[in-house]
């Protein structure tokens, strides 16, 4: 994959009457300006905005040293390992007079809402064969398509402190006063949209007793054939019954096709100063950090907790297992004869499951054999394996195998 390299990013930083201003080591001895080298190579689509090593974690581990606004960075890219990060700070970092605003960027993912079912929501043969990762997150809402092109903002704040639509109303009024050209309204959904409707961002919250958060992706420069591809879904609606939450689907729009300078680095150096001078007090009273955070050798002590929660979310029974119940009815063709799959599931693991059909050897044990089989294809592969080659358990596992994985080859 082609990348695009924003060399310019910021590697020294301070605040000067409570306004946040940049200078980069490079900018000063270069004599340049803030952004000194700055290069979008022809025809490629992506950022990268990765930050370079010089970068400082100045106190990151001191969470009792942050300011009363904090503005964090992210340096992975990694898509679970990000949203453990946003969820550690709603639990431990925020205090009554603290707001964190955390900036990260994902490869190539799919993230879906804490109650939705993931064959409905994204093509996950595609997925596999595009190495793009799916992710279940903890807040509610819809499913969402993440790239190097995409800015995730979090806005994290104590509970009584939470302002949805505040939020992302000062999203908006910041991109308008940079780029006048993008002019977006916030629906009563949440999202982000132009004047012809088109969504450039959508959003999400998970409110909790110690804090809360509110996310929002940014559309910068968007792969429009990765996104449609990748949320396209695996089962047909009409296949499954279920009480999951589904997505809306949505034409969509980035914003640099409206203002061509707009790159996903100026974005958030846009959104990162306005946030210090917007939300501090009416003197200025308000003490500032800017920090930014990379996996795992900055962190320490408590920190540690970070990576427990990233290991629980690369895990199947986090991603498959916490799928809503649900329940599917359809025809498969077991050895070239008609049959009616009947089955339910609960935590992605059959609960019951009936197969009608007048084929030869039908009359079989193996829908017991089958109750608590994780809806996992390796799994079905090598049950499949164990009986003889025409056998009708041997076809009626890979028939049910397919449904779910049309190409195989999962784990």
């Known amino acids: 994959?082609?990348?695009?390299?924003?060399?310019?990013?910021?590697?020294?930083?301070?605040?000067?009457?409570?306004?946040?201003?940049?200078?980069?080591?490079?900018?000063?001895?270069?004599?340049?300006?803030?952004?000194?080298d700055e290069r979008v190579l022809s025809g490629q689509r992506r950022g990268v905005v990765q930050k370079p090593s010089s970068w400082q974690d100045t106190s990151v581990n001191k969470v009792e040293e942050w300011?009363?606004?904090?503005?964090?960075?992210?340096?992975?890219?990694?898509v679970q390992w990000n949203l453990a990060l946003e969820e550690w700070i709603s639990l431990n970092a925020l205090r009554e007079d603290r707001m964190v605003l955390l900036f990260y960027v994902n490869t190539p993912s799919v993230v879906i809402g804490r109650m939705q079912n993931p064959w409905l929501e994204a093509d996950l043969d595609y997925l596999r064969r595009n190495h793009v990762t799916l992710a279940r997150r903890r807040s509610g809402g819809g499913a969402v398509y993440h790239d190097l092109g995409n800015l995730n903002i979090s806005f994290l704040t104590p509970k009584d402190r939470y302002k949805r639509s505040?939020?992302?109303?000062?999203?908006?009024?910041?991109?308008?006063?940079?780029?006048?050209?993008?002019?977006?309204?916030?629906?009563?959904?949440?999202?982000?949209?132009?004047?012809?409707?088109?969504?450039?961002?959508?959003?999400?919250a998970r409110i909790t007793t110690p804090g809360s958060y509110q996310h929002c992706t940014l559309l910068v420069q968007a792969d429009s054939h990765a996104l449609f591809s990748s949320l396209e879904p695996t089962l047909q609606d009409g296949l499954i019954r279920t009480s999951s939450t589904a997505s809306r689907r949505s034409s969509i729009s980035d914003l640099q096709s409206l203002a061509p300078d707009c790159t996903v680095d100026r974005v958030r150096a846009q959104l990162a100063d306005r946030f210090v001078q917007d939300f501090n007090t009416a003197d200025g009273g308000k003490t500032s950090s800017v920090l930014s955070i990379s996996p795992p050798t900055s962190l320490s002590g408590s920190w540690r907790e970070?990576?427990?929660?990233?290991?629980?979310?690369?895990t199947w029974e986090w991603t498959f297992g916490k799928?809503?119940?649900?329940?599917?009815?359809?025809?498969?063709?077991?050895?070239?004869?008609?049959a009616i799959l009947?089955?339910?599931v609960e935590h992605c693991r059959i609960k019951k499951i009936t197969l009608t059909s007048s084929g030869p050897g039908a009359d079989t044990e193996l829908e017991s054999t089958l109750q608590g089989m994780p809806l996992r294809d390796g799994d079905w592969r090598q049950l499949a394996d164990q009986y003889a080659e025409g056998t009708f358990e041997r076809q009626a596992c890979h028939a049910i195998a397919s449904l779910f994985w049309p190409s195989g080859e999962h784990t």
């Not at 949209?193 to 969504?199: E, I, Q, V």
């Open 323 to 338: 799928t809503p119940r649900f329940h599917v009815h359809h025809e498969v063709t077991i050895g070239g004869d008609a």
């Open 1 to 36: 994959m082609n990348l695009v390299w924003n060399s310019c990013c910021p590697c020294a930083k301070f605040l000067r009457s409570g306004s946040l201003y940049w200078s980069s080591i490079h900018a000063l001895s270069r004599g340049s300006s803030a952004w000194p």
């Open 166 to 204: 505040a939020h992302l109303e000062w999203v908006t009024e910041c991109l308008r006063s940079a780029w006048p050209a993008i002019e977006l309204k916030v629906s009563d959904k949440g999202d982000m949209r132009l004047p012809d409707a088109s969504k450039i961002s959508g959003s999400a």
């Open 342 to 344: 009947d089955l339910e």
């Open 306 to 314: 970070v990576d427990k929660l990233y290991d629980e979310y690369e």
């Open 67 to 78: 300011g009363d606004l904090v503005v964090l960075f992210s340096r992975s890219t990694n």
